[in-house]
């Protein structure tokens, strides 16, 4: 279990936090790498090199639900919406998952 509090260095981006030598991505985040934002150029440089990422399951349902909004909104086709959300889902597939807890992050295995 990685304590939240005690581990975590702020990188200066939303979304974004470095744990020891492991970076949690938030939903926030995983919208940047997917839709052109204010921030996103950042956090690819931010996240260049870096092979062990945490992502939560939670991130991922947030990530459809932003990506809806901006169909709703008219801000993307749902054809792009679905890809987007397809790349999403192999993001998360590739790293590490964590259980969120109100105090806590636990990477299985981690």
Same mark, same amino acid.
């Given at each position: 279990?990685?304590?939240?509090?005690?581990?975590?260095?702020?990188?200066?981006?939303?979304? #974004? !936090?470095?744990?020891? *030598?492991? %970076?949690? @991505?938030?939903? $926030?985040?995983?919208? +940047?790498? =997917?839709?052109?934002?204010?921030?996103?150029?950042?956090?690819?440089?931010?996240?260049?090199?870096?092979?062990?990422?945490?992502?939560?399951? #939670? !991130?991922?349902?947030? *990530?459809? %639900?932003? @990506?809806?909004? $901006?169909?709703?909104? +008219?801000? =993307?086709?749902?054809?792009?919406?679905?890809?987007?959300?397809?790349?999403?889902?192999?993001?998360?597939?590739?790293?590490?998952?964590?259980? #969120?807890?109100?105090?806590?992050?636990?990477?299985?295995?981690?």
């Amino acid at each position: 279990m990685i304590p939240w509090c005690a581990k975590t260095r702020p990188t200066g981006l939303r979304g #974004l !936090a470095v744990i020891s *030598v492991r %970076s949690y @991505l938030d939903a $926030r985040a995983l919208v +940047k790498l =997917l839709v052109p934002e204010p921030e996103s150029d950042d956090l690819n440089r931010a996240l260049i090199g870096l092979i062990d990422v945490i992502v939560s399951d #939670l !991130a991922l349902t947030e *990530v459809a %639900s932003a @990506l809806g909004r $901006r169909v709703r909104d +008219k801000r =993307l086709t749902r054809d792009s919406a679905q890809r987007l959300s397809r790349e999403a889902a192999k993001l998360h597939a590739s790293a590490h998952r964590a259980e #969120l807890t109100r105090r806590s992050i636990v990477v299985p295995g981690g």
